[in-house]
Nanobody, 124 residues
């Protein structure tokens, strides 16, 4: 079982930056893919970025490509999402997710096994 806790959310003006953290605990060795998702009120949860824990391969949604960076710290068992050049449309609750094994479609919420409780990001 894996537990995920997000932190680092807050309010920022357009053009600003934030760094989100996802601290993992439990049997984290089984998690091969870590993803960041976001969900605005009344909207579907959408994939933002993912990273493969073995090798560090990354991928991004077109909407955040060039602005967001996903990374990991093996020692701290933490995944980060560095967000720059933030826009009002980035406003959402951001969730960290983990999957055992490699998903065929990383951006689909249903393929993930574990989820954090989310952290709010507001861009004005």
């Amino acid at each position: 079982h894996v537990q995920l806790v997000e932190s680092g959310g807050g309010s920022v003006q357009a053009g600003g930056s934030l760094r989100l953290s996802c601290a993992a605990s439990g049997y984290t060795g089984s998690s091969k893919c870590m993803g960041w998702f976001r969900q605005a009120p009344g909207k579907e949860r959408e994939g933002v970025a993912r990273i493969y824990t073995d090798g560090g391969s990354t991928y991004y949604a077109d909407s955040v490509k060039g602005r967001f960076t996903i990374s990991q710290d093996y020692v701290k068992k933490t995944v980060y999402l560095q967000m720059s050049s933030l826009k009002p449309e980035d406003t959402a609750t951001y969730y960290c997710a983990a999957r055992t094994g490699y998903p065929g479609s990383w951006y689909l919420p249903r393929v993930y096994n574990y989820w954090g409780q989310g952290t709010q990001v507001t861009v004005s």
